[in-house]
Nanobody, 119 residues
Framework: QVQLVESGGGLVQAGGSLRLSCAAS????????MGWFRQAPGKERELVASIVRSSGPTNYANSAMGRFTISRDNTKNTVYLQMNNLKPEDTAVYFC????????????WGQGTQVTVSS
């Protein structure tokens, strides 16, 4: 069973930056593809970014393209989401998720971390 713990959320002004971290345990990290999702009040959860291996491939939602960067450090069992030029519409709870390589469905989720962007 994979355990995921996110950190790094908080309150930031529009135009600012945050870096989210997600530490994984319970399974060989390099055997997992990782993703960051977010859910805003009244909206469905959406995939923000994903990464398969340290060398990629990566995938981004249109809203994140050019502003967010997903990366992973397999030596630290951690995946990151660097978020720059934040906008009020980025306000949401951000979740880290994991899926075994070759499996399409994410089957492990973190508890979420709140990101609030003020205008």
């Amino acid at each position: 069973q994979v355990q995921l713990v996110e950190s790094g959320g908080g309150l930031v002004q529009a135009g600012g930056s945050l870096r989210l971290s997600c530490a994984a345990s319970g399974r060989t990290f390099s055997s997992l593809a990782m993703g960051w999702f977010r859910q805003a009040p009244g909206k469905e959860r959406e995939l923000v970014a994903s990464i398969v291996r340290s060398s990629g491939p990566t995938n981004y939602a249109n809203s994140a393209m050019g502003r967010f960067t997903i990366s992973r450090d397999n030596t630290k069992n951690t995946v990151y989401l660097q978020m720059n030029n934040l906008k009020p519409e980025d306000t949401a709870v951000y979740f880290c998720a994991a899926r075994p390589l070759g499996i399409g469905k994410y089957d492990a989720w973190g508890q979420g971390t709140q990101v609030t962007v003020s205008s």
